[in-house]
């Protein structure tokens, strides 16, 4: 009898079987809300995928809300949004794009008679498929009773940038006010441009790029501290024209230079001038442009004769579009030697 030997050959990878990757979209990344008057806006940006399948592109999110009152401990409950988290808004766009920042906002907000109630707000994705992401938490807020928005704000254009000021009806109950800027018909940012609350009812924003348009929105502040929580803001759109000239230069000297005449001055400090122009007459002569638009503070003069007397005074020009020219500088007078010595070149 023919003995039968049976080889048992094992196949595949040894050690511990691996949990296949859960499928759906990232949870939401820095989500943070803030009291928006008697709204609450609840930002998120829209998280890298797990994988290049397109079917876990997140292409709806939803904010839910708790409600504690405000003696009741708000302590972490992983459970809560699932037992009585209330759906306040939803939004859908086939798909969110990775990194852009998305807004969502709850529109009818609780209401309170004496101190406000801490809201909760929770924030998932959901996929092609269905396929929810965990819930993304943002930080408490004690909603706060809103306050009127500031009346008459208005833009004025200054050399220096642009001036808002604005009367606040809120008197002493406010904290201050939070000016913010967005570039025409772009979105209100989400920080302000004070790193501090403004209680002076005017703000200078010197940060400007001329002939571009600016829309502003100035907020009364709720109360102190993150999240956030403002009352409803004014808006004023203006346009950054340069209307402004440079001031005249200062400190022109004149001094003979064999036969001609070497003009110096000191620079202007304006950052947008362009140039300078110096301008000549003589006892026979209206002031005449000697240069055209020179942009270094020095001029050599070789247009003249012995034994005449001129007087000089300049102008600076900026970098508008038109531009703007100063007011002259002060007048320097010079009387050319009978016999100066010849020069050789051009001015």
Not at 65 to 73: A, F, M, N, P, W
Not at 204 to 224: K, S, W
């Amino acid at each position: 009898m023919i003995g039968l030997s049976i080889l048992a050959v094992g196949c595949g990878k040894r050690g511990s079987p691996v949990a296949p990757r859960p499928r759906g979209p990232q949870p939401a990344a820095r989500v943070e809300g803030r009291q928006l008057g008697d709204s609450v806006v609840v930002s998120f940006t829209v998280p890298d995928a797990q994988s290049a399948a397109t079917d876990e592109a997140p292409v709806r999110a939803e904010l839910m809300r708790l409600v504690y009152e405000t003696h009741v401990e708000t302590g972490f409950d992983p459970g809560a949004f699932r037992r009585r988290g209330q759906l306040v808004a939803a939004l859908e766009r086939d798909p969110f794009r990775q990194g852009e920042r998305v807004r969502l906002e709850d529109r009818v907000l609780p209401t309170f008679e004496d101190a406000g109630p801490t809201l909760r707000y929770g924030l998932r994705l959901f996929d092609r498929e269905g396929r929810s992401s965990a819930i993304a938490v943002a930080a408490d807020l004690q909603q706060m009773r809103s306050l009127p928005p500031p009346n008459r704000l208005r833009a004025d254009l200054v050399p220096e940038g642009v001036r808002l000021s604005w009367i606040s009806d809120a008197g002493t109950a406010t904290h201050g006010h939070a000016v913010y800027r967005a570039d025409g018909d772009g979105e209100i940012p989400e920080s302000p441009l004070n790193a501090t609350p403004l209680t002076s009812g005017e703000f200078l924003d010197a940060t400007v790029t001329r002939n571009a348009t600016y829309r502003y929105e100035v907020r009364p502040i709720l109360a102190a501290g993150l999240p956030r929580r403002e009352g409803s803001g004014t808006q004023v759109t203006v346009v950054s024209v340069d209307r402004f000239p440079p001031l005249p230069p200062e400190a022109v000297v004149a001094v003979q230079e064999r036969a001609a005449v070497r003009l110096f001055w000191r620079p202007n400090a304006e950052n947008d001038v362009a140039g300078y122009r110096i301008w000549r007459r003589s006892a026979d002569e209206e002031w005449i442009d000697r240069s055209g638009i020179v942009e270094r503070p020095l001029w050599l003069d070789t247009d003249v004769v012995p034994a005449a007397r001129f007087v000089y005074r300049i102008t600076a020009i900026d970098a508008a579009s038109p531009a703007n020219e100063s007011g002259p500088s002060k007048e320097v007078e010079i009387e050319i030697a009978e016999e100066p010595e010849p020069i050789e070149g051009s001015r």
